[in-house]
């Protein structure tokens, strides 16, 4: 969200919702007194469920309904996937329960029933004006003349989990526009400027930075840093064994060693299962 220079200074809580209603199949021009539409109960539900902006930092949407199996069989069964956000954790769980309230309730008035599960996928991250990492790269955006600008975004980024993990993580606009549509882009001069807002950052002195060898950015970024005298390491993997490899050497270095388990190691076990189904 915003041009380069832009601070997200807020990201929501996010929740996703999972529903399984069940009604009952019959035939649609013998008998459709005897069925139980899915169908009908998923559209009361979502007409009575707020959707869209709630209010100024809270929204929710449902974005997928699948159901049914022919037009002459009052349908059966419907899943429906939706979510809610919000910066506030009391406002995401009454917009969460208004939800579910909404599916418990057309599926009660309709005679079928309904099954809800929810996940948070990741908390709000939230960060305030005298916050240290918002003054360096306030500095940072000075230096390149950039116009520092703090907003809060409704989407969620990488710095939500990495929040969750003990890393004061923070996002970042780049100028893209049209979000999640056909139209979605980024100007040259966005790009342009984000390069050099980075730099920016790069050269207030970080202990270290680390790079992938195998990636653009080390041409770009390494010459700068060693003439800065910033310590830079390159980093060379080619399979995910070698990627491990490295995760675990960071998780060690950073006083974290239980993230290996936590993550790696689990990633690692998810990926095997994954190529054990292939033929």
Not at 50 to 61: Q, S
Not at 170 to 187: A, C, K, R
Not at 199 to 215: G, N
Not at 256 to 270: C, G, K, S, Y
């Amino acid at each position: 969200d915003g041009a380069p220079g832009t601070i997200i200074m807020g990201a929501p809580y996010h929740w996703t919702l999972r529903a399984r209603i069940e009604g009952r199949a019959a035939h649609a021009g013998v008998e459709p007194e005897e069925g139980v539409s899915a169908i009908q109960i998923a559209a009361a539900a979502v007409a009575a469920m707020p959707l869209g902006r709630i209010d100024e930092c809270t929204t929710a949407n449902v974005g997928r309904i699948e159901g049914g199996v022919a037009v002459n069989i009052v349908p059966a069964v419907v899943t429906l996937m939706g979510e809610c956000r919000s910066l506030y954790e009391d406002r995401v769980l009454a917009q969460r329960d208004a939800m579910t309230r909404a599916l418990e309730e057309a599926a009660a008035r309709f005679g079928g029933q309904v099954e809800v599960a929810w996940e948070l996928d990741y908390p709000a991250v939230m960060h305030e004006p005298g916050d240290a990492i918002v003054a360096h790269l306030e500095a940072a955006a000075a230096t390149c003349g950039l116009e520092s600008r703090h907003a809060t975004s409704g989407g969620g980024a990488d710095a939500n989990i990495l929040g969750t993990k003990g890393a004061d993580a923070i996002t970042l606009g780049i100028g893209m526009t049209n979000f999640h549509s056909v139209d979605e882009y980024i100007e040259v001069a966005d790009l342009q400027n984000m390069a050099r807002y980075v730099e920016a950052i790069i050269a207030e002195q970080p202990d270290l930075i680390v790079c992938s060898m195998s990636m653009n950015g080390w041409e770009v970024i390494s010459g700068p840093a060693m003439a800065t005298g910033i310590p830079i390491i390159g980093l060379q993997y080619d399979n995910v064994q070698d990627y491990l490899k490295w995760f675990k050497v960071f998780c060690n270095l950073t006083g974290h060693p239980e993230l290996w388990d936590e993550i790696a190691n689990a990633t690692a076990e998810r990926i095997i299962s994954v190529v054990e189904q292939i033929p």
